[in-house]
């Protein structure tokens, strides 16, 4: 079993930033792939960013420039800087471990507004 647990969401103006934190407990071994995700409502869920343990980063167009993925290994724990923050950013924003191809875990989702 894997648990998450995310800080750093907000409310904050356009052009602001915030920064996402999760941190992963449990059976993490080996190669695995940590992201963030988001949902807006009456949204899909959709990928923001990914990076894998070897450092393979992947962002969504969407956010690209704006948004930077990182994680420290050794603490099992991965982030997001999210600067640049425009409106249509506002969502639920959800961590996500994929520690094998069968198995995945969600964090509980943290809540990003921002007000133009």
């Known amino acids: 079993q894997v648990q998450l647990v995310e800080s750093g969401g907000g409310l904050v103006q356009a052009g602001g930033s915030l920064r996402l934190s999760c941190a992963a407990s449990?059976?993490?071994?080996?190669?695995?792939?940590m992201g963030w995700y988001r949902q807006a409502p009456g949204k899909q869920r959709e990928s923001v960013a990914t990076?894998?343990?070897?450092?393979?980063?992947h962002y969504a167009d969407s956010v690209k420039g704006r948004f930077t993925i990182s994680r420290d290994n050794s603490k099992n724990t991965v982030y997001l800087q999210m600067n640049s923050l425009k409106p249509e950013d506002t969502a639920v924003y959800y961590c996500?471990?994929?520690?094998?191809?069968?198995?995945?875990?969600w964090g509980q989702g943290t809540q990003v507004t921002v007000t133009s």
């Open positions: 990076i894998n343990s070897a450092g393979m980063i």
């Open positions: 996500h471990v994929r520690v094998s191809p069968w198995s995945a875990y």
């Open positions: 449990g059976s993490i071994f080996g190669f695995n792939t």
